[in-house]
């Protein structure tokens, strides 16, 4: 299922599986510098995004704009007001981990990154681990009530074993979400042309997924959805919705929500390519500042109207399941 098109103000201006969570002790602060910018790296990783406060902001900035997406929700599972164990793998800043605690006092919520870039003072029922989901996991099976994945496109290399591990540390009954967003950015509005550097953007990284093997597709064409179904959960249920950038739609709601969006895509732009561009597909850096650049600036063009969609996705692990 799909949202219904958004609204438009037409008022507006038009411009090794062999390690467990304490063998990443040694690589915890490892980092290599990319163009003056921190990039993290481990055993199973080399993270496409750099690590330092302004891609942190970006990602927080980002975290309030899918929160208003779902509807000023942090989850659409129905979880019931008492989880219990909640994991939220990869969980960055910490910031959906620190709300969903916040939420609910009762849950013990833990939250995991390879980088340790999350604050300290958090409420008393949250806590944060150094942990690589691709390794093997260490927690008790059938521990977790709820498993929360979110924004993990460039970074996982087999989805299907990632799902599978959800599962089996998953209590009978218990739940996984995934959230992700797609790259390329459309327009109800305009035709945008297949050579248009919205298209351009969008390819680079599928191809670049498809090059280091962790797709940037995985919001697209029911991917999660199918993947769930496969490693055994029922009542998959799936929507896409449709996320603006700038203050064009009608409703007030959807323009706060495209305005922030803008705010953390410019803020975001240049750390989301430039590893693309650079380290993968072998740009010289003077070549893939110019194209991003040249992307800023056509998606600051609000008559465009543009917007991307974010996939979320859920699913049961049956009761009867060991």
């Excluded at 035709?191 to 997924?209: C, Q, T, V």
Aim: aromatic letters at 12%; charged letters at 25%; glycine letters at 8%.
């Amino acid at each position: 299922m799909r949202d219904a098109p958004v609204l438009v103000d037409e008022g507006i201006d038009t411009a090794s599986i062999a390690s467990s969570t304490a063998s990443l002790t040694e690589s915890v602060y490892a980092y290599r510098k990319l163009h003056g910018r921190p990039y993290k790296k481990t055993s199973t990783t080399e993270y496409w995004a750099p690590v330092d406060e302004t891609q942190n902001e970006g990602l927080e900035i980002i975290h309030n704009v899918l929160l208003m997406a779902l509807g000023d929700k942090l989850y659409e599972a129905p979880i019931g007001d008492s989880p219990g164990n909640v994991l939220d793998v990869g969980t960055g800043t910490g910031i959906w981990a620190i709300d969903f605690a916040d939420q609910h006092p009762t849950a013990a919520v833990t939250g995991t990154d390879i980088s340790p870039i999350q604050p300290t003072w958090v409420p008393p029922n949250c806590k944060f681990e150094i942990d690589d989901c691709l390794l093997e996991w260490t927690w008790p099976l059938a521990h977790f009530d709820y498993v929360h994945l979110r924004c993990l496109y460039g970074s996982i290399p087999d989805w299907e074993s990632l799902y599978a591990k959800a599962f089996r540390h998953l209590k009978p009954g218990g739940w996984l979400e995934n959230m992700e967003m797609d790259f390329r950015i459309l327009s109800d509005h305009v035709s945008i042309p297949d050579d248009h550097i919205f298209n351009k953007w969008a390819e680079l990284f599928y191809i670049a997924g498809e090059k280091i093997g962790r797709s940037f597709a995985v919001a697209n064409d029911h991917f999660m959805r199918d993947l769930m179904i496969k490693v055994g959960f029922v009542d998959v249920t799936e929507r896409g919705i449709k996320v603006p950038l700038h203050g064009w739609p009608k409703d007030t709601r959807q323009r706060q929500m495209g305005l922030l969006g803008q705010f953390g895509l410019d803020q975001s732009l240049d750390g989301f390519g430039t590893f693309m561009l650079t380290q993968i597909h072998g740009w010289d850096p003077a070549e893939a500042a110019v194209f991003i650049a040249s992307m800023r600036k056509e998606t600051r063009k609000v008559s465009y109207k543009p917007w991307y969609w974010s996939t979320v996705v859920y699913g049961r692990k049956p009761p009867d399941a060991a």
